[in-house]
C-alpha cells in the first residue's frame, strides 16, 4: 500500500489549508484512514479517523475546526484544516489500517506551518 499526501504548506494564523491522501488501493480495502501530526522534538500525536463505515473522530484540539472526509472513487482522504493555529504547525502523516490482518501503513508526511 502506497500513500502519497499533498496539500502542506506555509499559512497565517486563521487561514485554511486541506490536506489529501491518495491511495494505491481501494479504500474498501482500508479499515480505518486517519491523520497523525508530529511537531519538532514531540511525539506523532493522532489528528483525526474516518472508519469503512464513515464514523469519523477528533483529538480534541482540533473539533471544530478540522474536518476528515474521504472520495471512494479517488481513493483519497482529505483533512480541511479552518482557523489553523501556530500551534497546528507539525508535519502531518496520513495512516491506513488496511486488510483483514490490519496492516498500518505511513504517508511520506506533509509539513504544515502556520505563523502568527
Known amino acids: 500500500v502506497q500513500l502519497v499526501e499533498s496539500g502542506g504548506g506555509l499559512v497565517q494564523a486563521g487561514g485554511s489549508l486541506r490536506l489529501s491522501c491518495a491511495a494505491s488501493v481501494t479504500i474498501f480495502s482500508i479499515n480505518t484512514m486517519g491523520w497523525y501530526r508530529q511537531a519538532p ?3 506523532r500525536d493522532l489528528v483525526a479517523t474516518i472508519t469503512r463505515g464513515g464514523f469519523s473522530s477528533y483529538a480534541d484540539s482540533v473539533k471544530g475546526r478540522f474536518t476528515i472526509s474521504r472520495d471512494s472513487a479517488k481513493n483519497t482522504v482529505y483533512l480541511q484544516m479552518n482557523s489553523l493555529k501556530p500551534e497546528d504547525t507539525a ?4 495512516w491506513v489500517d488496511y486488510g483483514p490482518s ?3 501503513y505511513w504517508g511520506q508526511g506533509t509539513q504544515v506551518t502556520v505563523s502568527s
Open 91 to 94: 508535519v502531518y502523516y496520513c
Open 102 to 104: 490490519g496492516t498500518g
Open 41 to 43: 522534538g514531540k511525539q
